[in-house]
């Protein structure tokens, strides 16, 4: 087995995982109060069962990374949108909607017509300290940017989840490449150390970022994470790692075309998931208890006249005062 397909092996298991685990997240997300702290959720077995199936996705993307380039691994990422979103439905109790399965479909057909124009060898190059802590220092600003107040704070923090995330995949390939390729000089350099702790950073902060995206639904937010994310780290590929497009400059019409469809894609999953934000809801929030019948008191005639002479004698009084 050569080692892009081990790559692509790798990658669909490890995006089964993660679609399993973005449902997990937006199932906790729907059942948590707003504002709700950090530590709460350390408390709940949801979270932790959410933070194993991404553990696994990540530890099976890893190993993706060593036989496949970021250009190659980060792509198949899409292939959580396919899942997600029909698990996601299942989940609330409902059907996937004609919008949801177009804008899944472009999402996906644009990011697969990215991924042919990315398809390469097994990485060898990695990032230098000032490289990486260059591209820290960047994805910290970008986040920052996103993160400030304003409107449709759930879109961004997707887009600051994907970002994020990418770059932790970059980083980890740096961590990887370095450490399974190692033959002389010391294993542990300050290089190591930083890029470790730059992943460990990335990573819990694209997690902690998905999971307030995804309070106000998951097919949207799940989309510009799973959009932003090869674009982060196929950035990083191209312009630090020496990764190139299949087809030279003429790969760029094709990537442009994908990223316009893939964009299209998340449109409509943004206004699919618009219409189906109350059925969720109400699915989250589990049946309301029924009314209590109200209680009917049948009187005979002559009781009905006396109540009635009685009122009547209350209004005189009434009066008189």
């Known amino acids: 087995m050569t080692a892009t397909l081990?790559?692509?092996a790798l990658s669909l298991v490890s995006a089964a995982a993660y679609a399993s685990a973005a449902v997990a997240q937006a199932r906790l997300a729907g059942r948590t109060a707003p504002g709700t702290g950090t530590l709460r959720l350390l408390g709940r077995a949801?979270?932790?069962s959410a933070v194993g199936l991404n553990a696994g996705g990540a530890l099976l993307h890893v190993a993706a990374l060593k036989y496949g380039p970021l250009t190659l691994v980060q792509p198949l990422g899409a292939l959580t949108l396919v899942a997600a979103v029909p698990l996601g439905a299942r989940a609330a109790g409902r059907k996937v909607t004609t919008t949801e399965w177009r804008g899944t479909l472009l999402t996906l057909l644009g990011l697969g017509a990215l991924l042919t124009t990315a398809v390469g060898s097994a990485p060898h190059e990695t990032l230098s300290?000032?490289?990486?802590?260059?591209?820290?220092a960047g994805t910290m600003a970008v986040v920052a940017g996103l993160g400030r107040p304003g409107a449709r704070p759930g879109l961004r923090h997707a887009a600051a989840s994907g970002i994020t995330s990418g770059v932790a995949s970059?980083?980890?390939?740096?961590?990887?490449?370095a450490v399974t390729d190692h033959t002389t000089g010391p294993l542990l350099t300050w290089r190591l150390?930083?890029?470790a702790v730059l992943v460990s950073a990335f990573a819990m902060g694209g997690l902690l970022l998905s999971q307030t995206a995804y309070q106000g639904g998951l097919g949207a937010p799940l989309a510009v994470v799973t959009l932003a994310n090869p674009v982060a780290a196929a950035a990083i590929g191209?312009?630090?790692?020496?990764?190139?497009?299949?087809g030279g400059t003429g790969a760029l019409i094709?990537?442009?075309?994908?990223t316009a469809a893939a964009a299209r894609g998340v449109i409509l999953l943004s206004r699919a998931q618009a219409g189906t934000a109350p059925a969720v809801e109400a699915v989250v929030a589990?049946?309301?208890?029924?009314?209590?019948?109200?209680?009917?008191?049948?009187?005979?005639?002559?009781?009905?006249?006396?109540?009635?002479?009685h009122g009547h004698l209350r209004r005189i009084r009434a009066g008189r005062s």
Request: proline share 8%.
């Open 193 to 195: 150390v930083v890029v």
């Open 129 to 136: 300290l000032a490289e990486a802590l260059a591209v820290g």
């Open 170 to 177: 970059a980083l980890t390939q740096t961590l990887t490449v």
């Open 46 to 48: 949801a979270w932790w």
């Open 286 to 309: 589990g049946p309301r208890p029924a009314a209590t019948p109200s209680r009917v008191v049948i009187r005979s005639p002559r009781a009905l006249q006396q109540e009635h002479g």
């Open 6 to 8: 081990i790559a692509v």
């Open 238 to 246: 191209l312009a630090l790692l020496g990764e190139r497009l299949q």
């Open 254 to 258: 094709p990537a442009l075309l994908g």
